[in-house]
T-cell receptor
Framework: QQQVKQSPQSLIVQKGGISIINCAYE??????FPWYQQFPGKGPALLIA???DVSEKKEGRFTISFNKSAKQFSLHIMDSQPGDSATYFC??????????????WGLGTSLAVNP | EAQVTQNPRYLITVTGKKLTVTCSQN?????MSWYRQDPGLGLRQIYY???????DKGDVPEGYKVSRKEKRNFPLILESPSPNQTSLYFC???????????FGSGTRLTVV
């Protein structure tokens, strides 16, 4: 049961274009939505995150858009660069019944930015 | 430099030969976790630890053991590895109040 659905699985964008990756969740108990970036041979690294009380968060060329009513959130990479080529994971976090923070991951999107 | 260090980076072993993958963090983080990453399956949590001597199962714990005798170390033990445990393994840590993880660089394990 995949609680966080991520699309597309892969994405090819031209340099300077906008990359958009979408995620949808089901459980309204999620209260923190991070995006991770993973380069080949490296572990995932926290890129940007948002809480459901805001609709948008921007950090440089990276923006998260959050739609609470639709239970969807997306990552926008403006002016995409070849150095942005990586796998991107969305995730959703909540406190479970045992008072543990649980992180549910999307399956990832492989982004290739052509020069 | 704040980091999570895993060793080894690459390991090829034979079925049934016990192995340990080490993980150490220098950030004084309370929370540590092990994940495995497989194509098409994303990241799946194996075990986690909320603090010293406190560990619990994640989503795919079968065939794995962990221990947390010191705050900085969280080794992953495969008592009798099988080929279906061939995977890319990541250790991660975070503070108790933070939600973002710091990941190690991964251990690519092949069991033949």
């Amino acid at each position: 049961q995949q609680q966080v659905k991520q699309s597309p699985q892969s994405l090819i964008v031209q340099k300077g274009g906008i990359s958009i990756i979408n995620c949808a969740y089901e459980n309204t108990a999620f209260d923190y939505f991070p995006w991770y970036q993973q380069f080949p041979g490296k572990g995932p690294a926290l890129l940007i995150a948002i809480r459901p009380d805001v609709s948008e968060k921007k950090e440089g060329r990276f923006t998260i858009s959050f739609n609470k009513s639709a239970k969807q959130f997306s990552l926008h990479i403006m002016d995409s660069q070849p150095g942005d080529s990586a796998t991107y994971f969305c995730a959703a976090s909540m406190t479970d019944a045992g008072n543990n923070r649980k992180l549910i991951w999307g399956l990832g999107t492989s982004l290739a930015v052509n020069p | 430099e704040a980091q999570v260090t895993q060793n080894p980076r690459y390991l090829i072993t034979v079925t049934g030969k016990k192995l340990t993958v080490t993980c150490s963090q220098n950030m004084n983080h309370e929370y540590m976790s092990w994940y495995r990453q497989d194509p098409g399956l994303g990241l799946r949590q194996i075990y986690y630890s909320m603090n010293v001597e406190v560990t619990d199962k994640g989503d795919v714990p079968e065939g794995y053991k962990v221990s947390r005798k010191e705050k900085r170390n969280f080794p992953l033990i495969l008592e009798s590895p099988s080929p279906n445990q061939t995977s890319l393994y990541f250790c991660a840590s975070r503070t108790g109040g933070a939600y973002g993880y710091t990941f190690g660089s991964g251990t690519r394990l092949t069991v033949v």
